[in-house]
């Protein structure tokens, strides 16, 4: 069963961690404890609507677009985990507009593609290694 708060605190520090910023300067700027932030990344504890809010205001990112993405992995916890056992996931950041992707986003992507073929892991592996820290920039999706 998947916990939405886990994967709320997921989202939260895969954006904090993509800006490069610590947890400190989110804590400070959204006026919240660091203790209590990384709890929430952390998945231990829930944050109330004002603190997301606030949090998402710190990193300047759309309250929509992290439920956005916290939905979408909701959704492939319902589709269940043994449909995508033993398949590979391409692990690439959204892109914030339509525009031709950059030579470095592509560039990633095609390191990423190799080193998945290199070592093919299953979903629950990379969210293992996302959880430890070991996968940056990332949001684990099905495929189609």
Do not use: F, W
């Amino acid at each position: 069963m998947v916990l939405l708060r886990e994967l709320l605190g997921e989202t939260l520090r895969r954006r904090r961690r993509a800006q490069k910023r610590t947890l400190r300067d989110v804590s400070k700027q959204a006026n919240v404890s660091l203790g209590y932030l990384s709890e929430i990344e952390r998945g231990h504890k829930e944050p109330s609507s004002e603190l997301l809010a606030s949090v998402c205001g710190a990193l300047q990112v759309r309250l929509s677009e992290v439920l956005a993405e916290v939905s979408r992995e909701v959704a492939v916890h319902e589709r269940g985990d043994e449909s995508s056992q033993g398949r590979q996931v391409a692990v690439l950041p959204l892109p914030r507009d339509k525009a031709a992707p950059s030579k470095e986003v592509l560039e990633e992507a095609a390191r990423r593609r190799r080193a998945l073929s290199a070592a093919p892991a299953s979903i629950a592996q990379v969210r293992s290694r996302h959880r430890r820290g070991e996968v940056t920039d990332s949001v684990v999706r099905a495929a189609a």
